[in-house]
């Protein structure tokens, strides 16, 4: 390898406490990847983009925004937390989950964006993925693994997956599509239904 | 997928240049205070332009009494 070539890098935090003493030292890892792609190279930018912009060279600015405001967004998580969590009508266990089960709309390959140049006041597209080893984003059938938080704390998002959804219904698809399913072309349900496979990130 | 891309050689001899750069970055968040960090980047002739391209931060606040210490090559 080359010399010059850097491979990594480490930050360390020195500091010395008194006996009983605390301290809180915040630390912060951002990055910045703007760009998805989907099927054979339709680009389309993360909703961030909207605040940070598209050139993906804004990783300082996303981490400083972390560091200045950790605390806050920090209680104002367990100030959103906190009915649920003191219901003690509810057993522990399910109040755990309640928040658990929240990853899927952050951690499960979700998708929050618009198409690259397109119009920032139009809304942006938002859809889950339904697995990583089974690649469809806004599949309507599981729509349940995640609807509901969705519609409760984000009803202007959920309000827009449905909207596009609704587009659909009236569209007809005259194509052949592959139903992956059985391994065979087939021709799609137009003018009936929201079509199950409306956005795989593969055809 | 993101990431700067190696192939899977042991001694890295087929590895693209893809010039990446690790930069110390300090910056005066208030007067007792500073963020000092590593970005870690890479020279392209624009904006990013595809998925796999991007970049990553690493950042402390320095204060009275906290030292933040670097390394930006390994």
Known sequence: ?203 | MGGWFRNYLRDLQGALNQGNRNRFRTESIAPTETMKGIVFERNRAEGVGNEWDGEFSIAALESPGVEVTYQANF
């Open chain 1, 1 to 203: 390898m080359s010399a010059s070539e850097k491979l990594g890098g480490a930050i360390a935090v020195r500091f010395t406490l008194q006996p009983g003493e605390e301290k809180i030292v915040p630390m912060v890892i951002a990055w910045d990847f703007p760009v998805v792609e989907f099927g054979q190279g339709r680009k389309w930018n993360r909703r961030y983009t909207d605040f940070y912009g598209t050139n993906g060279s804004n990783s300082w600015a996303i981490a400083r925004d972390g560091l200045l405001h950790a605390a806050e967004w920090s209680a104002a998580v367990d100030a959103w937390q906190k009915p649920y969590i003191d219901d003690e009508s509810k057993p522990a266990w399910y109040r755990g989950m309640l928040f658990n089960e929240l990853y899927v709309l952050t951690d499960g390959g979700t998708f929050w964006g618009r198409p690259v140049n397109s119009d920032q006041a139009a809304p942006a597209t938002f859809a889950l993925l339904e697995c990583f080893d089974y690649a469809y984003y806004g599949t309507l059938d599981v729509r349940f693994y995640a609807s509901m938080p969705l519609l409760k704390f984000w009803p202007s998002i959920d309000k827009q997956v449905l909207r596009e959804f609704a587009q659909t219904v009236l569209h007809e698809y005259p194509e052949l599509g592959l139903w992956v399913w059985k391994t065979q072309q087939t021709e799609s349900q137009c003018c009936t239904s929201a079509r199950k496979l409306e956005r795989s990130p593969m055809i």
